[in-house]
């Protein structure tokens, strides 16, 4: 099925059952813990502290200041631990804030700390003894959070209020409340984000090596390694950003990695199918559903790049695009990456080897991504992605795999090509002297052959005359060997006359294609571009050795005249006018002077050091064999154009 055998197919699935069975353990006990806080006071006994969480829907009261936090720490502060919570309104709308009550246990004389993990919140306010001790506010809705702070044995049986509010889902604490040593908890709360910011700082290194490299390539891996690059560049960026070390250690920072964070989530896409558009060029009918699903991308991504900038000026539309972007973005990964995933395992029966190792990456990160989009909707957005990033990094190595075994499959078909060339041009070669030796021999043997004539005719006439038996022998013996010398001369004539051949009739652009696969890998390799216009259903009667012959000669002479970033531009169609088929070979290389136009067809003319000259003379021949006629246009340092026009057959 889809190319691939049953036992990839039961690994797959195998992976995937396994990662749905990881993911869903994990929701159930954040779940379990989730749920457990939406009764009216929940009480739970961690680390040995008595953990109160409450809701209050009086949506007077908010914590955007120091001044309003202390003002709604006095009402809350107020409530009895059963109190603060209307049934009626829980059960009809979320609550915009939470407090969680706790009271400090019995702390021993040395230094030690508290740590509170997995908050949910957007602003957070801390008293400690009705004082305010901590402050949190932001203006962008980032709400993964976790407090940390040094206590000693003189906080012993203090009470601590810690106020939550959110305006993007209710405040929730998922984690869990410690108090241990300080220099172990100091170690864990760093050590907590160091895994992924190492491996963002990782993809970040790389992408700048590869974006810096590609810019000395040539135009064609220029830009499949420049979009590898920025996919890894993007990656890199959102596993920094999603961390909460910059929002709670380095909260100035806060708002630039949450704000980058979506720039790389709208780059990713976009770059992704533009590398597979490059990948994938050489299979014009792959290449072209690459091409559209990028313009799509594009699309995509520039209205909610629009949208993005304009958040940053309006609150209003911040507040909005917060809301609706996380959907627009989950459906718009899940159905590209399910589009990659089902096309590239079509694709996987015409292009196994080519196309697998994608399509591997593709499926585990399709897996990852959409089973853990569905729980952090199904948790009511409240679940903190974690495989994801797993999923990118195995699908970010199947692209690098794939660009690097492209590359080497393109450099050992340049090998291959290059010895068929060099094969070819051999023969080539060896066939445009003889044809050459052939038109000279024949013209000496034609001059040679009436100096003959004219003296056999004399000595016929010398022998009629008076001349002794002996003489006259003499010149019989003469007169036998002309003959001689004559038949041998029309024999070598008819040796050296060109055979006619069958001739047949010829699709132009079928006889271009395959031009195309030999010409294409040395252009490639030198980073030039070959574009080709070809309109169908044209045919011309020719030899087709001969007529490959021609246009070879012609587009070789155009790629070794190219310069950087050169170009060759192939064109084929009928002109109605003059009922004619028009074949235009136009490059961007060095050009002609006036001078070396003119001479254009002589034999042995050329300003090549391994040319023999012969080539044009023999294109020349060969078209005109065909009632065709070649004319070439050229200007100095722009180019030259070669136009080739043959009777429609």
Same mark, same amino acid.
């Given at each position: 099925?889809?190319?691939?055998?049953?036992?990839?197919?039961?690994?797959?699935?195998?992976?995937?059952?396994?990662?749905?069975?990881?993911?869903?353990?994990?929701?159930?006990?954040?779940?379990?813990?989730?749920?457990?806080?939406?009764?009216?006071?929940?009480?739970?006994?961690?680390?040995?502290?008595?953990?109160?969480?409450?809701?209050?829907?009086?949506?007077?009261?908010?914590?955007?200041?120091?001044?309003?936090?202390?003002?709604?720490?006095?009402?809350?502060?107020?409530?009895?631990?059963?109190?603060?919570?209307?049934?009626?309104?829980?059960?009809?709308?979320?609550?915009?804030?939470?407090?969680?009550?706790?009271?400090?246990?019995?702390?021993?004389?040395?230094?030690?700390?508290?740590?509170?993990?997995?908050?949910?919140?957007?602003?957070?306010?801390?008293?400690?003894?009705?004082?305010?001790?901590?402050?949190?506010?932001?203006?962008?809705?980032?709400?993964?959070?976790?407090?940390?702070?040094?206590?000693?044995?003189?906080?012993?049986?203090?009470?601590?209020?810690?106020?939550?509010?959110?305006?993007?889902?209710?405040?929730?604490?998922?984690?869990?409340?410690?108090?241990?040593?300080?220099?172990?908890?100091?170690?864990?709360?760093?050590?907590?984000?160091?895994?992924?910011?190492?491996?963002?700082?990782?993809?970040?290194?790389?992408?700048?090596?590869?974006?810096?490299?590609?810019?000395?390539?040539?135009?064609?891996?220029?830009?499949?390694?420049?979009?590898?690059?920025?996919?890894?560049?993007?990656?890199?960026?959102?596993?920094?950003?999603?961390?909460?070390?910059?929002?709670?250690?380095?909260?100035? +920072?806060?708002?630039?990695?949450? @704000?980058? %964070? !979506? =720039?790389?989530?709208?780059? *990713? #896409?976009?770059?992704?199918?533009?590398?597979?558009?490059?990948?994938?060029?050489?299979?014009?009918?792959?290449?072209?559903?690459?091409?559209?699903?990028?313009?799509?991308?594009?699309?995509?991504?520039?209205?909610?790049?629009?949208?993005?900038?304009?958040?940053?000026?309006?609150?209003?539309?911040?507040?909005?695009?917060?809301?609706?972007?996380?959907?627009?973005?989950?459906?718009?990964?899940?159905?590209?990456?399910?589009?990659?995933?089902?096309?590239?395992?079509?694709?996987?029966?015409?292009?196994?080897?080519?196309?697998?190792?994608?399509?591997?990456?593709?499926?585990?990160?399709?897996?990852?991504?959409?089973?853990?989009?569905?729980?952090? +909707?199904?948790?009511?957005?409240? @679940?903190? %992605? !974690? =495989?994801?990033?797993?999923? *990118? #990094?195995?699908?970010?190595?199947?692209?690098?795999?794939?660009?690097?075994?492209?590359?080497?499959?393109?450099?050992?078909?340049?090998?291959?090509?290059?010895?068929?060339?060099?094969?070819?041009?051999?023969?080539?070669?060896?066939?445009?002297?003889?044809?050459?030796?052939?038109?000279?021999?024949?013209?000496?043997?034609?001059?040679?052959?009436?100096?003959?004539?004219?003296?056999?005719?004399?000595?016929?006439?010398?022998?009629?005359?008076?001349?002794?038996?002996?003489?006259?022998?003499?010149?019989?013996?003469?007169?036998?060997?002309?003959?001689?010398?004559?038949?041998?001369?029309?024999?070598?004539?008819?040796?050296?006359?060109?055979?006619?051949?069958?001739?047949?009739?010829?699709?132009?652009?079928?006889?271009?294609?395959?031009?195309?696969?030999?010409?294409?890998?040395?252009?490639?390799?030198?980073?030039?571009?070959?574009?080709?216009?070809?309109?169908?259903?044209?045919?011309?009667?020719?030899?087709?050795?001969?007529?490959?012959?021609?246009?070879?000669?012609?587009?070789?002479?155009?790629?070794?005249?190219?310069?950087?970033?050169?170009?060759?531009?192939?064109?084929?169609?009928?002109?109605?006018?003059?009922?004619?088929?028009?074949?235009?070979?136009?490059?961007?290389?060095?050009?002609?002077?006036?001078?070396?136009?003119?001479?254009?067809?002589?034999?042995?003319?050329?300003?090549?050091?391994?040319?023999?000259?012969?080539?044009?003379?023999?294109?020349?021949?060969?078209?005109?064999?065909?009632?065709?006629?070649?004319?070439?246009?050229?200007?100095?340092?722009?180019?030259?154009?070669?136009?080739?026009?043959?009777?429609?057959?």
């Amino acid at each position: 099925m889809f190319g691939f055998s049953k036992k990839f197919w039961g690994i797959a699935l195998f992976a995937a059952l396994l990662t749905v069975l990881i993911i869903s353990d994990k929701h159930n006990a954040i779940y379990a813990n989730q749920s457990s806080h939406k009764s009216e006071d929940v009480s739970a006994s961690i680390s040995g502290i008595d953990l109160q969480v409450h809701y209050y829907y009086n949506d007077s009261g908010t914590l955007s200041s120091q001044e309003q936090a202390e003002q709604l720490y006095k009402q809350i502060s107020q409530f009895p631990s059963e109190e603060g919570i209307d049934k009626q309104e829980q059960a009809s709308k979320e609550a915009r804030i939470a407090w969680i009550r706790l009271e400090l246990p019995q702390l021993g004389t040395g230094q030690q700390a508290f740590y509170l993990e997995k908050i949910i919140a957007q602003n957070i306010a801390v008293f400690i003894e009705g004082h305010l001790f901590y402050h949190m506010k932001r203006d962008y809705p980032f709400v993964r959070n976790e407090l940390y702070f040094p206590v000693d044995g003189t906080d012993s049986g203090k009470v601590i209020y810690i106020l939550l509010e959110s305006f993007y889902g209710q405040p929730t604490v998922k984690g869990k409340a410690v108090i241990d040593s300080f220099g172990k908890l100091s170690r864990d709360f760093l050590e907590k984000d160091l895994v992924d910011i190492l491996l963002g700082a990782a993809f970040i290194l790389l992408s700048v090596l590869i974006i810096s490299s590609s810019l000395f390539m040539n135009k064609v891996n220029m830009g499949s390694w420049g979009a590898l690059g920025l996919i890894m560049f993007s990656t890199g960026v959102m596993i920094i950003a999603y961390t909460s070390y910059f929002h709670v250690v380095l909260p100035k +920072y806060g708002k630039l990695a949450y @704000y980058m %964070f !979506y =720039f790389g989530a709208i780059t *990713i #896409l976009p770059a992704l199918f533009y590398f597979l558009e490059k990948i994938f060029a050489q299979r014009r009918e792959v290449g072209n559903k690459f091409t559209l699903a990028l313009k799509w991308q594009y699309y995509i991504s520039g209205i909610n790049l629009f949208w993005l900038i304009l958040s940053l000026f309006s609150g209003t539309v911040s507040y909005m695009y917060f809301k609706v972007s996380p959907i627009i973005f989950g459906l718009t990964t899940a159905s590209s990456l399910l589009f990659l995933s089902i096309y590239l395992s079509f694709f996987c029966e015409r292009e196994k080897a080519k196309a697998r190792i994608i399509a591997i990456g593709s499926i585990i990160l399709t897996v990852t991504c959409t089973v853990e989009m569905m729980v952090y +909707y199904l948790s009511g957005r409240t @679940y903190i %992605f !974690y =495989f994801w990033k797993w999923g *990118i #990094l195995c699908f970010v190595i199947s692209l690098t795999v794939m660009l690097v075994k492209q590359m080497t499959a393109t450099y050992e078909q340049l090998l291959l090509y290059s010895k068929k060339l060099e094969v070819f041009n051999s023969g080539l070669q060896r066939t445009e002297k003889m044809e050459v030796i052939s038109q000279l021999s024949a013209s000496v043997a034609h001059e040679v052959r009436n100096p003959l004539q004219v003296t056999r005719g004399f000595l016929q006439l010398i022998s009629g005359g008076a001349l002794t038996e002996k003489e006259k022998g003499f010149v019989q013996l003469a007169i036998s060997e002309l003959d001689r010398a004559a038949n041998i001369i029309t024999e070598f004539l008819n040796f050296a006359k060109p055979q006619e051949e069958h001739k047949v009739r010829l699709d132009v652009k079928e006889e271009l294609m395959q031009i195309q696969s030999i010409v294409y890998p040395l252009m490639m390799i030198h980073g030039y571009e070959l574009e080709m216009r070809l309109q169908q259903n044209i045919y011309v009667k020719g030899v087709s050795s001969k007529f490959k012959q021609v246009l070879i000669n012609m587009i070789k002479n155009s790629i070794d005249a190219l310069k950087q970033d050169g170009k060759i531009k192939i064109e084929a169609y009928i002109q109605e006018d003059i009922d004619r088929i028009i074949i235009l070979i136009e490059d961007n290389g060095e050009g002609m002077s006036a001078s070396d136009l003119r001479r254009l067809g002589e034999p042995f003319y050329t300003k090549k050091s391994q040319g023999t000259g012969l080539g044009l003379s023999v294109s020349y021949s060969i078209i005109e064999s065909m009632q065709g006629e070649i004319s070439i246009t050229s200007q100095k340092g722009e180019g030259t154009q070669v136009k080739i026009m043959l009777p429609v057959s």
